[in-house]
Every structure is written in structure tokens, then in C-alpha cells.
């Protein structure tokens, strides 16, 4: 589902944002991605989704080739994804509805059945019953319940989460939390960039931890390791 | 389609007062080089009028045959530049003296015999009233043996003709630059616009949407913001226009091509404008 294999990322200024990363992110799987701030969380969520280039290495996901996609296949790779941020990126002057249909019909899709799709995420994530309200009318844990929905509404095979709890006070982080475990256990594999190691503590999800844009530990690796030994 | 007119027409709601300061500097810009316009196409028209004027006289000798006159008269008009020759006769050369130059009327009316030569007056072709046709004209003329002499006002020709030189040199240098002003003022305020929604194009851009996508919307936006701002420059131009016809002088309005071409420029400067400050965006994102 997604490869890394020994990945740089340089910026012109910033020097190696990631250093030689490998790993690999199986169809279904939920992946936290931890680390201190600056660690590479975020950057490694960008090349996944091509909002940076790869300087070195190969990424591949969701069948795309990303390292040496085109600027015409990003759309259709985003579409296959779902992303969702720390500070939402809702359209501020849209309703809930709206900010999720706008996903679907970026993608062209049938203007009679958007409707029927928008609500049925909205369900799922618990605010059908706000779906005419404007973000500014909402709270954060249910913007954050929006953005997801808008993550969801194409179906993705991935949903790449970057720090989505982080403006959120605990009760809303749990709750949004549970939502990311409910959609994986429907079949999405998820990566969870997080730097909050009591969400990571709660559930038994792989962990892959970034230091200075380096991987430092990998759970699976970790427990490959222990079952080698064990006699 | 729908999709792109609902998200231009989103726009406008969302952003009325941005939207309205967009119209209105896109009306002003156009509105100035328009105004320029309209003195360019006035002050043409005067010197039209003036070159109306040019003729070539040819005089003829005395006792000159009609048909070999009439004759001629076919041979001048199939000059190139020839619009029209007409022949004036001895008699009446004589009764246009009278009739023009009242104060001789009675030294014309003691005459015993007419002093006046019979002429054959040659008018030119609009694009040929300058001083080179002229001159190339004149010398055809003095080649037939019946011609006694040519008279042109040399002088005046020329210095038409430098006038000209100059009102198209100095209206071409300053409507390009009244124009180039306006492309900058009007690009700066698209920019603007698009800057404005910056956020908005990055969220499209996550989403999945295509650059065509993101881009359809602006330039609908923007060609109808150049197309209103046009509109209105026409119609504060039209109210120039009158006020000047009413209070000052009689002058022209443009023709229904100018001012269509005047509105058709703003459309596509909005929708160039658009079209460069959403690429340049979009490259960044």
C-alpha cells in the first residue's frame, strides 16, 4: 500500500528533513508516525501525498509511482487518498455539506448521487445533524469530524491524518481518535502522524518514531525481532 | 460548466466588496485609455476633414478641345489615386469668381473678355492626400500637352502631413502607454483577487482537483469582472462624451466596432490577468 524505500528529502535551505527511510505500509494497517517536532512527521506525510518532491529514494502509493509522478497524475493520486490536517483546512464559507461535496465533485462524479454520499459520511462520522452549519459554527472536534468526512467521501484506500488531534482538547481527541479506529477496522489503512504518546499508548497500532528525519524504531521491525530470538 | 460558473458566482457573493473594487479600477483604467480614445478618434477626424481639402488644379491652354479634355478627364480618373477630376470651363471658373469673391463682383462684372483659364480639379483618394501622392500626381498631370500649369498648395500639404506624422506617433506612444498602465493596474487587482483565495486554491489542490479545475472558475471570474469593468468605462466614456457635446463642443462618439473592441479588451485582459496569477499560483502549490 505505501513503500518507502531509503528516502532523502533535502530543502534548499533546510538541509535533510529525511534521511535514508524505509518502510513499508501494508493495505489495512494503522500506522502511527511519532517523534519530537521538526522530527519529519509531517514531511514524510507530504511525500506520501506529493506535496513535496522526493529528493532521493522511492515512494510508492496506493499504486502511484510518487517519486517520479507527474504533475497531471496528483490530482488522481490525492483522490485515492484521504488527508487530513491539524487545523482542518475546511472552506470557511461553505456549510459541513458543502466542504465534503466539494471533495466528490472535484472528481467529477454524478451530481444525483453527491447528495446521498455526503450525507452518508456525515452519518458516519456523527454530524448529519450539522450538516448545514458553517465551520466557524462548529467546535473543533467536529470541524476536525468534517475534514475526516471529507477524507472519507472518495472511499480512499489510505487516510493520512497529520497531527489531527492537536488542536483538540482530550474528550474531542478521543473521540476523533475512535473515529480513525473505526475507519480502520472498516478496511482503510490509516497513518497517524502524532507526537501525543498517551493516544499511541491507548492502542496496540505499529509505531514508526522519526528522529531528526531519520527512522529510529519500527514496532513490526521490533517484534520481528523478538519472535527471531525467542527460542 | 455549472460547477464553474457556480464557483465564479460564489465568488462574487463571497467577496463583494474585493469584487466591486476589481470592477471598478478595471472601469477606471479602461475608462482613461478609452477618454484618450476618443480624443485620438476626434482629433483623426478633424485632419480627415482637413485633407478633404487637398486638390490638385490643373490649368488648361486656352482653346483646349472639349474631347480632348473629356478624354483626359477618363485617363486621370483611372490614376490610382484619383478619387474624382472634374472639369471647370472658362465660363464657369468665371461664375464661381462671382459668386465666391463678392468684393470684385463689380471688377468681374466689367469684363469684356473672361481671364479665367478653364481647369481640370483632381481629388484624391482618402489614403492619398499626402505630399508625395500629390506631388506624383501633379507631375503626371504636367505631362499632357494641354496642361498650362499644376497648383497644389505644397506648403500646406506638407505640413499636414507632418501633423499627422505627429498626432500618430504621439497618440500611438501614449495610448501604449495608457494602455500598459492599464494591463498593470488591472493585473494587480486580479492578483489580488486570487491571492485572496490562495488558501482556497491549496484546499482544491488536496482535495484532488485538477489545475483546470481550479482555474476555470477564475478566468469566468475574471472575464466578467474585465467585461463589467468594460461596460462601465464605456458608459462613464458615453457620459463624457455628452457632457462635453452639451457644454463644450461638438465632437464624436466611437464607432460601434471601437467601442465593442473597448469592452472586448477589458474581458481579455481579465481573462489573461486571471489566467497568469492563478498559473503562477498553482505552480506553488
Known amino acids: ?14 538541509g535533510l528533513a529525511v534521511k535514508d527511510v524505509t518502510f513499508h505500509i501494508a493495505k489495512g494497517e494503522f500506522a502511527f508516525l511519532t517523534g519530537h ?42 483522490r485515492r487518498l484521504g488527508i487530513v490536517f491539524q487545523d482542518f483546512r475546511l472552506l470557511e464559507d461553505r456549510t459541513a455539506e458543502e466542504n465534503v461535496a466539494f471533495a466528490l465533485e472535484v472528481t467529477g462524479a454524478r451530481w444525483a448521487g453527491i447528495s446521498a454520499r455526503v450525507m452518508r459520511v456525515l452519518t458516519q462520522v456523527g454530524l448529519a445533524a450539522k450538516a448545514a452549519a458553517y465551520p466557524r459554527e462548529l467546535s473543533g472536534g467536529e470541524q476536525q469530524r468534517v475534514a475526516i468526512a471529507r477524507a472519507l ?16 482538547d482530550e474528550r474531542a481527541t478521543r473521540g476523533v481518535f475512535q473515529l480513525l479506529r473505526d475507519i480502520n477496522a472498516g478496511g482503510t489503512a490509516v497513518v497517524m502522524a502524532t507526537h501525543d504518546l498517551d493516544l499511541v499508548r491507548q492502542a496496540p ?27 | 460548466m455549472r460547477l464553474v460558473v457556480r464557483e465564479a458566482a460564489l465568488a462574487f457573493r463571497r467577496a463583494p466588496l474585493l469584487s466591486a473594487l476589481s470592477v471598478t479600477t478595471i472601469a477606471f483604467s479602461l475608462f482613461v485609455v478609452t477618454l484618450f480614445g476618443l480624443v485620438a478618434v476626434n482629433l483623426q477626424q478633424g485632419l480627415r476633414a482637413v485633407a478633404e481639402r487637398v486638390e490638385v488644379v490643373a490649368y488648361l491652354l486656352p482653346g483646349t478641345p472639349v474631347e480632348t479634355v473629356t478624354l483626359a478627364l477618363k485617363d486621370i480618373e483611372a490614376f490610382p489615386e484619383v478619387q474624382s477630376a472634374d472639369f471647370v470651363s472658362e465660363d464657369q471658373a468665371l461664375a464661381r469668381a462671382r ?33 508625395a501622392s500629390v506631388d506624383a500626381v501633379a507631375e503626371r498631370l504636367r505631362g499632357f500637352g494641354f496642361v498650362d500649369d499644376v497648383r497644389f498648395g505644397r506648403d500646406w500639404v506638407e505640413k499636414l502631413d507632418r501633423l499627422r506624422q505627429l498626432a500618430g506617433a504621439v497618440g500611438l506612444g501614449v495610448g501604449a502607454a495608457f494602455a500598459a498602465v492599464a494591463i498593470i493596474i488591472i493585473g494587480t487587482t486580479i492578483r489580488m483577487a486570487v491571492l485572496h483565495r490562495s488558501r482556497e486554491i491549496a484546499i482544491m489542490r488536496l482535495v484532488g482537483a485538477t489545475d483546470g479545475f481550479v482555474r476555470r472558475p477564475f478566468l ?15 458608459a462613464l466614456c458615453y457620459g463624457a462624451y455628452a457632457a462635453i457635446n452639451r457644454w463644450l463642443l ?7 466596432t471601437q467601442a465593442l473592441a473597448v469592452v472586448g479588451f477589458g474581458t481579455l485582459i481579465g481573462l489573461i490577468g486571471s489566467a497568469a496569477s492563478v498559473g503562477r499560483h498553482l505552480r506553488h502549490v
Open chain 1, 37 to 78: 517536532s521538526g522530527a519529519g512527521k509531517s514531511t514524510i506525510l507530504k511525500l506520501m501525498y506529493a506535496g513535496e518532491p522526493v529528493t532521493s529514494g522511492e515512494v510508492r502509493v496506493s499504486g502511484f509511482n510518487v517519486t517520479a509522478i507527474t504533475r497531471r497524475e496528483v490530482p488522481r493520486l490525492r
Open chain 2, 99 to 131: 459668386a465666391e469673391l463678392v468684393e470684385f463682383r463689380d471688377v468681374l462684372q466689367e469684363l469684356e473678355r473672361n481671364p479665367l483659364p478653364a481647369s481640370i480639379e483632381v481629388r484624391l483618394k482618402p489614403h492619398y492626400r499626402d505630399a
Open chain 2, 250 to 256: 461638438h465632437v464624436a462618439f466611437l464607432s460601434r
Open chain 1, 205 to 231: 497500532y505499529r509505531v514508526l518514531e522519526l528522529q531528526d528525519g531519520a527512522l529510529v524504531y519500527d514496532s513490526q521491525a521490533d517484534e520481528a525481532h523478538d519472535q527471531a530470538v525467542s527460542p
Open chain 1, 153 to 168: 467521501v472518495n472511499e480512499p484506500l489510505v487516510l493520512l491524518a497529520d497531527e489531527p488531534t492537536g488542536n483538540l
Open chain 1, 1 to 14: 500500500m505505501i513503500k518507502f524505500a531509503s528516502v532523502f528529502k533535502a530543502f534548499p535551505k533546510g
Open chain 2, 220 to 234: 469566468l471570474e475574471g472575464a466578467l469582472k474585465g467585461l463589467a469593468g468594460g461596460l462601465c468605462a464605456m
